[in-house]
């Protein structure tokens, strides 16, 4: 499985747009690319999947640049709601019936005032 | 639409008592995970059921864990004898459908997950 690089923590000021970048160098071709969210005390929720170039959803859109070694999600006018850890992930279907994820440190996204 | 639900929130036994985790997947999903996040590392796979079967069981630490799926429904995960180490944060996630070949996969829902405290 690939091993994801993404900063530790990230400071903003509410309704400025938020990118993230993730670095994933030895993504393998079937590998999709996969963010979490994660508020304490709750369990990882899911925000948005790509392959390839952009994928926008209601919450997030996420960039894939052609080489895929990296990927950037945006979120766009965050909120203090927003704040949480941020988990990029990638991997893929084993082949086996079985897709586990595969989580790393993640991004710790503060909102301020 | 209810989401995964685990019971107990929060568990606190003592080294070498047994622990029993549950977790109910949303209804209608086949594939049920567990993950764990003990003290200051990342959450990691524990196993995977599809159904009642288990799919993938590669990241059960050890023996001393039992996962069940009875039915197909919900799930139940026991430590016994539980150690210092066992302590941390299980997550159950469940997903409908089933992976796709080619890398796409089935969102997991996650649970709020079940604190457990080994002292």
């Known amino acids: 499985l690939a091993k994801t690089t993404q900063p530790i923590s990230m400071d903003s000021y509410e309704g400025q747009e938020v990118n993230i970048t993730c670095s994933h160098n030895?993504?393998?071709?079937?590998?999709?690319i996969t963010w979490y969210q994660q508020f304490p005390s709750q369990g990882p929720r899911f925000i948005i999947q790509g392959y390839k170039t952009k994928v926008t959803n209601e919450v997030a859109s996420l960039f894939i640049p052609a080489d895929r070694k990296s990927s950037t999600l945006s979120l766009p006018r965050v909120s203090l709601s927003d704040t949480a850890v941020y988990y990029c992930l990638v991997g893929r279907y084993s082949g086996a019936g079985s897709y586990q994820l595969t989580f790393g440190k993640g991004t710790k996204l503060s909102v301020i005032p | 639409e209810a989401g995964v639900t685990q019971f107990p929130s929060h568990s606190v036994i003592e080294k070498g008592q047994t622990v029993t985790l549950r977790c109910d997947p949303i209804s209608g999903h086949d594939n049920l995970y567990w993950y764990r996040r003990v003290m200051g590392k990342e959450i990691k796979f524990l196993l995977h059921?599809?159904?009642?079967?288990?799919?993938?069981e590669s990241g059960m630490p050890n023996n001393r864990f039992l996962a069940e799926r009875t039915g197909g429904t919900y799930s139940t995960l026991k430590v016994q004898p539980a150690e210092l180490e066992d302590s941390g944060v299980y997550f159950c996630?469940?997903?409908?459908?089933?992976?796709?070949?080619?890398?796409?996969?089935?969102?997991?829902?996650f649970g709020p997950g079940t604190r457990l405290t080994v002292l």
């Open positions: 996630a469940s997903s409908q459908g089933t992976p796709g070949l080619g890398g796409f996969y089935n969102e997991q829902f």
């Open positions: 030895n993504i393998a071709t079937n590998d999709y």
């Open positions: 059921f599809v159904k009642e079967s288990k799919q993938d």
